[in-house]
């Protein structure tokens, strides 16, 4: 298994070009999601997806867009990037959903952002 | 313990001795807690988890210790390896919001650990 896998590693885009994020997982697992990491604070929930055809927004959403045509992909789209969405973003999955307790997600290498 | 803003607390321990990494939590509703290990350009790793109603839960070499009164929570690594070296983080998982049935994880900014051979 490989896992959650992310691509690409690094990105640097200037402000108003659009990029999309992109994440797969080997795992067979129904809950995906994808956090921000930024200095001086915890990871942040941008969305989320219960399943296939199915997605939510967390706790910052502004300025991202996501879909789940596959239990396996996860994509994130900038739609207009802006310098404050400079950040390393990760994705995740788990097979169980954070209500039932079952709480291993299982992190992807991360996407390190820049935006000028 | 952790703390807001963009210094990070640090421990910094002798290879074999136990550390002892310390968490507050903000919401007396949480219920499930979880410790994640992040090495430096990687994704946060899995250690270990906990639920409200435990006040101590072990597994290998780590344990978690939770103290709902005071809303503390603690890592304790036992002999601790160079290879442990990290930052490590915990999560509080409180009910979502607007009624969604998937439960919301704050997560704090973490404590960098240092083992010194």
């Known amino acids: 298994n490989a896992g959650v896998t992310q691509t690409p590693k690094f990105q640097v885009l200037k402000t108003g070009q659009s990029m999309t994020l992109q994440c797969a997982q080997d795992?067979?697992?129904?809950?995906m999601s994808w956090y921000r990491q930024d200095p001086g604070m915890g990871l942040r929930l941008i969305h989320y997806?219960?399943?296939?055809?199915?997605?939510d927004q967390g706790e910052v959403p502004n300025g991202y867009n996501v879909s789940r045509s596959t239990t396996e992909d996860f994509p994130l789209r900038l739609l207009s990037a802006a310098p404050s969405q400079t950040s390393v973003y990760f994705c995740?999955?788990?097979?169980?959903?954070?209500?039932?307790?079952?709480?291993?997600?299982?992190f992807g290498p991360g996407t390190r952002l820049t935006v000028t | 313990g952790e703390s807001v803003g963009l210094h990070l607390p640090t421990l910094s321990v002798q290879e074999g001795d136990n550390s002892i990494i310390n968490c507050a939590y903000s919401?007396?509703?949480?219920?499930?807690f979880i410790w994640y290990k992040q090495e430096s350009g990687k994704g946060p790793q899995f250690i270990i988890d906990?639920?409200?109603?435990?006040d101590k839960r072990q597994g290998q070499r780590v344990t978690v210790l939770l103290n709902k009164t005071v809303k503390h929570l603690s890592l304790q690594i036992a002999a601790t390896q160079p290879g442990d070296s990290a930052v490590y983080f915990c999560?509080?998982?409180?009910?979502?919001?607007?009624?969604?049935?998937?439960?919301?994880?704050?997560f704090g900014q973490g404590t960098i650990l240092t083992v010194h051979p």
């Open positions: 997806s219960v399943g296939a055809g199915i997605t």
């Open positions: 999560a509080e998982r409180s009910q979502g919001a607007g009624g969604t049935s998937y439960g919301k994880l704050t």
């Open positions: 906990i639920r409200s109603n435990m």
């Open positions: 919401n007396s509703a949480s219920d499930y």
């Open positions: 995740a999955s788990s097979s169980e959903p954070l209500d039932r307790g079952y709480g291993e997600q299982y």
């Open positions: 795992m067979n697992h129904e809950y």
